[in-house]
T-cell receptor, first 113, second 111 residues
Framework: DSGVTQTPKHLITATGQRVTLRCSPR?????VYWYQQSLDQGLQFLIQ???????AKGNILERFSAQQFPDLHSELNLSSLELGDSALYFC????????????FGPGTRLTVL | LAKTTQPISMDSYEGQEVNITCSHN???????ITWYQQFPSQGPRFIIQ???TKVTNEVASLFIPADRKSSTLSLPRVSLSDTAVYYC????????????FGSGTKLNVKP
């Protein structure tokens, strides 16, 4: 158990809809990262937040947005969903450890029908 | 953003030592090399990190030559449970703000 929690575990929705994925980082971690992993694909970095502020952006679509709240949990909002958005979405957090490594949550599997 | 090149896949047998090499010709002076392991439908897990020469922990060893243009993850005596995708990443440890995981190396351990 990495200490990072993600909800929901599975999500099935239709094209055009909007969903929100939630992530709670490890206790004390200020950084939260979001990644997308499509079937048999590598991990694509989407966005990073640090203590409530956006720190870095990766390959995140304009239809996607995220935020980190004062209690440090984060939400990833996906709107106008398309079939190609079906993927595993991982959240990770990092703190001030020796290696500054990222700890990944179990992921949310999104299926768009 | 410095990128890495790894073999797409590797096969091995239980009990063998496996070496996975990562090429990173454009590594920056302040970049560390970090390896992650990912099992199907799970998030990646940190394995090991190093800057130069050799690093060893209870799971693996990491060999980095003097020019740092490549690195080798060594897994001693692999078992079936080591079947996973292994990713090599670069970045300064105090500012891993853009992780490039790439496609990784899919290691298949056979009985």
């Amino acid at each position: 158990d990495s200490g990072v929690t993600q909800t929901p575990k599975h999500l099935i929705t239709a094209t055009g809809q909007r969903v929100t994925l939630r992530c709670s980082p490890r206790s004390g971690d200020l950084s939260v990262y979001w990644y997308q992993q499509s079937l048999d694909q590598g991990l694509q970095f989407l966005i990073q937040y640090y203590n409530g502020e956006e720190r870095a952006k990766g390959n995140i679509l304009e239809r996607f947005s995220a935020q980190q709240f004062p209690d440090l949990h984060s939400e990833l909002n996906l709107s106008s969903l398309e079939l190609g958005d079906s993927a595993l979405y991982f959240c990770a957090s990092s703190g001030q450890g020796e290696y500054n490594e990222q700890f990944f949550g179990p992921g949310t599997r999104l299926t768009v029908l | 953003l410095a990128k890495t090149t790894q073999p797409i896949s590797m096969d091995s047998y239980e009990g063998q030592e496996v070496n996975i090499t990562c090429s990173h010709n454009n590594i920056a002076t302040n970049d560390y090399i970090t390896w992650y392991q990912q099992f199907p439908s799970q998030g990646p897990r940190f394995i090991i990190q190093g800057y130069k020469t050799k690093v060893t922990n209870e799971v693996a060893s990491l060999f980095i030559p003097a020019d740092r243009k490549s690195s080798t993850l060594s897994l001693p005596r692999v078992s079936l449970s080591d079947t996973a995708v292994y990713y090599c990443l670069l970045g300064p440890p105090n500012n891993f703000n853009k992780f490039y995981f790439g496609s990784g190396t899919k290691l298949n351990v056979k009985p």
